[in-house]
């Protein structure tokens, strides 16, 4: 069995419930965050207190990890952070679990997720060519020709 690392080890305190050192691990590995917890709280219960000093080492030395995307302040009504949330979707990989430790989703969360961004995808296709072939489109495009 082979883990693909994803380079640098951040800590992750959105996921976290302390500092986000054990969600920084489980990303890093690609387990579940609660597994990464079950281990180090049960190290620490069977006498393994060299786990408490990594874990706040771990607090001081890894850095915070960084959003991925940049999250916008959104004024407005309800579709605004609606097309916010699609557009967050649009770029979001899904990521399938095969085991019960690995990180990701169940396969049955997955085919949903991967259903309503295909839906998504359609409709701002549908959107885009909706535009392309409508008659304002060819004006102005022999218009910039000129």
């Known amino acids: 069995m082979t883990h693909k690392l994803k380079g640098e080890l951040f800590r992750d305190p959105e ?26 709280v049960s190290g620490v219960l069977l006498g393994m207190q060299f786990f408490i000093i990594l874990y706040i080492a771990g607090w001081f030395i890894l850095d915070k990890k960084c959003k991925q995307f940049k999250t916008e302040q959104h004024t407005g009504n309800a579709s605004t952070f609606k097309a916010a949330a699609d557009e967050d979707l649009a770029h979001e990989s899904i990521k399938v679990k095969s085991r019960v430790w690995q990180a990701g989703e169940p396969p049955k969360k997955a085919f949903y997720d991967i259903k309503r961004k295909f839906t998504l995808l359609e409709t701002q296709l549908r959107s885009i060519e909706r535009h392309v072939t409508s008659p304002e489109f060819t004006v102005s495009r022999e218009i910039n020709k000129l």
């Open 15 to 40: 996921k976290g419930k302390i500092a986000g050192v054990c969600a920084g691990l489980a990303d890093y590995f690609g387990w579940e965050t609660w597994l990464v917890r079950v281990l180090v």
